[in-house]
């Protein structure tokens, strides 16, 4: 049987560029395959798939989609195959029902096929109560299912995703994830990019692109295989995990190292090389053991190691001096309404100096909103947003001072050259003359932005726009940092770096608040804060949760089982 999706040394070149986007690649991958395409920014995965899509010409080889040229034959093509863009392909401003209209005409779906069309695909996705409400209106993972129902219209053989999973909760991505393997069931064929690697084990083929080129592909057991013996846990800890992962990391014996709850995970170069913990002085009941691989490690070493443990951004911030109040950032009684709905519903919290504060929930959740009113963003209809003592409603301009802030989707500003973006929040800031420039210079080399200068922000590659907002919001040395789901959309090694960055700022006495979808980037938090329906669900530490909702069928449970299993009780 012919594959469904195949490609022979395809490539691509833009105009003025030194290399090639996409060099060479073979794949070939049949009927009802979900096939996974991870790989650092920049590696080429969305180019791939424009080609692929008929949205690209390629520079050279060919492929055939649906047994079909995405060149020669796009009329055919457009009607064979769903394509779902990174940036939602959807109309913000239409309800779900006239995307779906808009879509059938773009696909040229019949009449009288439709209505049945529809009933299939609202049914499916679950969206039949919501075909009124605007699709900007619907949470991260209604507008992933919306789009999803829209590439889904006319039945295609092939269905493309570029990054379906991207700023969508656990539970809706375990939803979407239901979706995926029903569609590969009746015979489609799906290729998608992701940068989730759990994601990528669901696969039943996974490749990995860097530097435009296919850098391993196969089943993912075969890809997680000769990690065997490589990667360890440590528990036992005594001391900071922070600082004991940091000194650790610095041990040439150690590619990788994440926190994981109260322990650490490590990756070995070499399985017969062990670090040595008395160097890391992580306590006289630290012990390492092995750990069974994940397609997370296999991705790491191929691509050369994490990015260390020193963060060269805490290297050049000044320690934050000690402040005798116990919280530097409350919620006392915070409500928002929205007319009859609200959003957030009487949450209370204190964040201590130096701690690294998690915001976590499902889309829609009320997450976003009450850290909206704590960084002055959004006034609450009732209680207090309070930073280093300053309530945001009375005091703003002074209670912003002391807070740098990344959002969600970024506050640059995308005709602005990385240059003048720096330039501009730095004043904003109240940065100038000589002190001004020697911030902007020192942020290019901390961040590696001097090949970018000159270029404006719309066109950087993802990894890039996260370290030039990361930049901006750091360029005044604030001792508190608001940061909205800072690496949603980025690979693991870039993940990475933000928490080397992260970890490094807390050990200098920054406080942060950070919301992530990343179950695994949780663990990093002193103390997370579940909110669920605009409620304060859970506050504790990541162990303590999952603690909540072990038992003897799961007696080890992952901070996303604890996570769908404390909104499933609130649902019940």
């Not at 002193?526 to 506050?539: F, H, N, P, Q, W």
Request: charged fraction near 25%.
């Amino acid at each position: 049987m012919s594959a469904a999706i195949r490609a022979e040394k395809l490539a691509k070149r833009f105009p003025g560029a030194s290399m090639d986007a996409v060099a060479e690649v073979d794949l070939e991958i049949p009927a009802g395959c979900i096939a996974g395409l991870v790989g650092p920014d920049g590696a080429g995965k969305t180019t791939l798939l424009r080609m692929l899509a008929g949205l690209l010409l390629p520079s050279g080889g060919s492929a055939r989609v649906a047994g079909l040229d995405p060149q020669a034959d796009a009329d055919a093509l457009r009607r064979n195959i769903g394509y779902m863009p990174q940036k939602f392909g959807l109309y913000e401003d239409l309800t779900v029902q006239e995307n779906l209209d808009l879509y059938a005409e773009l696909r040229e779906v019949g009449a009288q096929d439709k209505s049945g069309e529809f009933q299939r695909l609202l049914a499916l996705t679950d969206l039949a109560p919501f075909t009124g409400r605007y699709a900007g209106k619907l949470s991260g993972g209604m507008k992933q299912k919306l789009g999803l129902a829209c590439a889904l219209l006319g039945k295609p053989r092939v269905l493309l995703l570029d990054e379906p999973g991207v700023g969508v909760d656990p539970i809706s991505r375990r939803e979407l994830w239901k979706l995926i393997r029903a569609l590969s069931a009746e015979g489609i064929a799906i290729l998608l990019s992701t940068a989730y690697l759990d994601e990528a084990e669901a696969c039943d083929v996974v490749y990995l692109m860097d530097h435009g080129r296919i850098r391993a592909g196969g089943p993912p057991a075969e890809l997680i295989q000769p990690l065997a013996g490589r990667c360890l846990s440590l528990s036992g800890i005594a001391g900071n995990r922070r600082q004991i992962l940091q000194r650790l990391l610095r041990q040439p014996e150690l590619m990788d190292g994440t926190i994981q709850g109260s322990g650490l995970r490590l990756l070995l170069r070499d399985e017969n090389r062990w670090p040595d913990l008395r160097l890391a002085d992580a306590g006289p009941d630290a012990a390492l053991r092995a750990a069974p691989p994940r397609l997370e490690d296999a991705f790491i070493s191929l691509l050369g190691g994490g990015p260390g443990g020193d963060s060269v951004l805490a290297a050049v911030m000044p320690p934050v001096p000690v402040h005798h109040e116990e919280a530097v950032i409350e919620a006392r009684g915070l409500t928002k309404r929205f007319g009859d709905f609200y959003a957030t519903d009487d949450v209370s919290f204190a964040v201590r100096r130096g701690e690294v504060f998690g915001l976590l929930g499902p889309n829609g959740a009320g997450k976003s909103t009450t850290f909206k009113m704590e960084c002055g963003l959004l006034k609450p209809s009732s209680g207090q947003a309070l930073v280093m003592g300053l309530d945001l409603k009375t005091s703003p301009t002074a209670a912003r001072q002391q807070l740098g802030y990344m959002a969600q989707k970024f506050s640059l500003y995308a005709q602005l050259t990385v240059r003048r973006n720096l330039m501009f929040f730095s004043g904003v800031y109240g940065l100038s003359g000589k002190a001004r420039k020697e911030k902007v210079r020192q942020m290019e080399q901390v961040f590696g932005l001097g090949p970018y200068m000159d270029e404006v922000a719309a066109t950087l590659p993802l990894g890039f726009k996260q370290r030039l907002a990361l930049a901006c919001a750091v360029m005044h040395e604030p001792p508190l940092l608001f940061l909205d789901e800072p690496t949603s959309g980025v690979d693991p090694v870039t993940r990475r770096e933000f928490w080397t960055h992260i970890n490094g700022l807390a050990e200098k006495g920054v406080t942060v608040l950070v919301t992530t979808h990343f179950m695994d980037e949780a663990e990093y938090c002193d103390r997370i804060a579940l909110v669920y329906r605009g409620k304060l669900l859970a506050l504790d530490t990541p162990d303590a949760l999952k603690a909540s909702v072990a038992s003897s069928a799961r007696p080890n449970p992952t901070m996303e089982d604890a996570f769908i299993q404390l909104v499933g009780e609130a649902d019940r």
